[in-house]
């Protein structure tokens, strides 16, 4: 079946620095999606990328689908203490998605 | 508000009882998903519904849950004979689909914390 990995697991981040987060898939996904998920909330969807080596940015989050559509790289800008919480990455296949283990971002002031 | 609803948000139980959760998907979407998250994990499928219809299960699902959505509105997720390993959060999603769109975005509820005692 579908597995995807992301790395790091544990992102310890200096406020205002910048980091990149890494999603692989063992399949060719139809699309991948990101999400946040705050310590004690639920899943918050961000962005779906559905086109080969597409790119797309919120504010100072840089989203990339790669070329042949098996990873994903979430970078992030001057890293803000809002920024804390675990980011996931989750594979579109045949109609459900399988996520990564995600990655938990902590902030240092 | 207008998001995906589940009830309760918290529930303690004994091993070997019953649970049932609830989940009000957004009004209109289609399509309604379980999902279960252990800590340190991300969320796991466990089935998904079009409109009434269970379109898919995985393997998680053990014969001793049980997931229904009647009217292709709200849905129930039971479990029987709960074991300590059943102790997750259950998340709810809902998503709207079109024609032979493979996925969709998901918006997620609050999920129900499982505690087995």
């Known amino acids: 079946g579908q597995q995807v990995m992301q790395i790091p697991q544990y992102q310890h981040v200096q406020e205002g620095e910048d980091f990149t987060t890494y999603c692989n898939s063992s399949t060719t996904l139809s699309n991948i999606q990101w999400y946040k998920q705050r310590p004690g909330g639920h899943p918050v969807f961000l962005i779906q990328l559905v086109k080969s080596g597409e790119v797309k940015k919120q504010k100072r989050l840089t989203f990339q689908f790669g070329e042949a559509k098996k990873n994903s790289s979430l970078h992030i800008t001057a890293t803000q203490t809002t920024d804390v919480g675990t980011y996931f990455c989750?594979?579109?296949?045949?109609?459900?998605?399988?996520f990564g283990a995600g990655t938990t971002v902590t902030v240092r002031a | 508000d207008t998001g995906v609803s589940q009830d309760p948000r918290h529930k303690i139980t004994k091993r070997g009882q019953n649970v049932t959760f609830r989940c009000d998907p957004i009004s209109e979407h289609n399509r309604l998903y379980w999902y279960r998250q252990t800590l340190g994990q991300g969320p796991e499928f466990l089935t998904y519904?079009?409109?009434?219809?269970?379109?898919?299960k995985s393997r998680l699902l053990s014969d001793r849950f049980s997931a229904e959505r009647p009217k292709g509105s709200f849905s129930t997720l039971e479990i029987q004979r709960t074991e300590q390993g059943d102790s997750a959060m259950y998340l709810c999603?809902?998503?709207?689909?079109?024609?032979?769109?493979?996925?969709?975005?998901?918006?997620f509820g609050p999920g129900t914390r499982l505690t087995v005692l």
């Open positions: 999603a809902s998503s709207l689909a079109w024609g032979g769109t493979n996925t969709d975005t998901q918006y």
């Open positions: 989750a594979g579109a296949g045949d109609y459900k998605l399988s």
């Open positions: 519904f079009q409109n009434e219809a269970q379109l898919e």
